[in-house]
């Protein structure tokens, strides 16, 4: 190692000790002094090397630490400098910032990569007895275990102040919002919003869906139908009839329906972002679902489905 570093010092033109003697590796094994200057420098280099180092590739990665945050004490220190006080702020940490950044890179949670593989060496036999000396460092993504549900309670929140509003505010003045016909013949979005007719796909207690009316047909009884599943007709034959036992002065297939259409609002919240953007309740309280020939959901009969 000595005998190199002597060499690199003659590669840039220092030949010479402080003193004036020749730098000859030779007497470097017989002359103390010489020895351990030599060898001080190849510390002295490696450790600012090693320091630059880590400092572009912090740069690289995490962009330049002279910009990082410092934490600082909430409380400022005061001192007196000749007959005036002053507030100091006291600096805590100087890595605060850094440790943030820095987490991808230094805790990815996998291995880091060393070594060409098995499969690396039989696709490129040429590998062999070369040196792996440069790594791809990419951060690793992972879902939260919480995202799902934290994103199922905001939707459910909405559609149930949607809902809420729709039935508990029927004596306002709703005058100024524009209605329409919600129906498979209405607007771009009223045919998202009815049930037939749209490719709105829906998943339902376990099963998915084409559509909401794929779902009700399905499960209108109050039992799942397999022929209504596997049939594409809108009203399949010889599916099971709709279930209109009284439950808490509804009929059954109603609060099946309603429990298909807050799955669709919750399952696609743009839906629910359409109708606030057009006057939220107020939007449904002016409109109607006038379709032929269904007396039970149409507005001109019993209105269930508004």
């Known amino acids: 190692m000595i005998d190199a570093y002597v060499q690199k010092f003659k590669a ?20 103390s002094a010489l020895a351990e200057n030599l060898v001080l420098s190849v510390v002295g280099n ?66 880091l990569r060393t070594d060409f593989s098995t499969e690396d060496y039989q696709k490129f036999p040429w590998l062999k007895g070369t040196k792996y000396v440069n790594a791809t460092v990419r951060d690793v993504k992972a879902k939260s275990i919480f995202l799902d549900e934290t994103r199922d309670l905001f939707t459910r929140q909405m559609v149930a102040d949607v809902l809420r509003n729709s039935k508990n505010n029927a004596d306002l003045d709703y005058s100024g919002v524009k209605g329409e016909n919600i129906s498979s013949k209405g607007s771009e979005f009223a045919k998202l919003l ?21 779902a009700y047909q399905t499960w209108k009884s109050g039992e799942f139908d397999e022929v209504a599943y596997n049939s594409n007709a809108k009203k399949p034959r010889g599916s099971k009839s709709a279930n209109t036992t009284q439950v808490n002065g509804q009929s059954t297939n ?36 006038n379709v032929v020939g269904d007396r039970f959901w149409e507005s001109s009969g019993q209105n269930k489905f508004m």
Request: charged share 35%.
């Open 46 to 111: 490696f450790v600012a090397q090693s320091m630059i180092s880590v400092i572009e590739i912090e740069k690289i990665f995490s962009g330049d630490p002279a910009f990082y945050k410092w934490k600082y004490s909430r409380k400022k220190e005061r001192k007196i400098i000749g007959d005036r006080a002053y507030d100091f702020e006291v600096l805590l940490e100087k890595d605060t910032d850094k440790i943030k950044r820095l987490g991808a890179l230094l805790s990815p949670g996998s291995e």
């Open 254 to 289: 109603y609060w099946i329906m309603e429990e298909i259409l807050t799955e669709k609002l919750k399952q696609h919240p743009e839906l629910v972002k359409g109708i606030i953007e057009r006057g939220g309740d107020a939007y449904l309280f002016n409109s109607t679902h």
């Open 194 to 214: 009815t049930n037939y007719g749209n490719e709105v796909e829906v998943e339902f207690r376990g099963k998915k869906f084409r559509n909401a009316e794929h």
């Open 12 to 31: 840039v033109g220092i030949d010479k000790t402080k003193d004036g003697s020749d730098i000859n590796a030779s007497d470097a094994y017989h002359n």
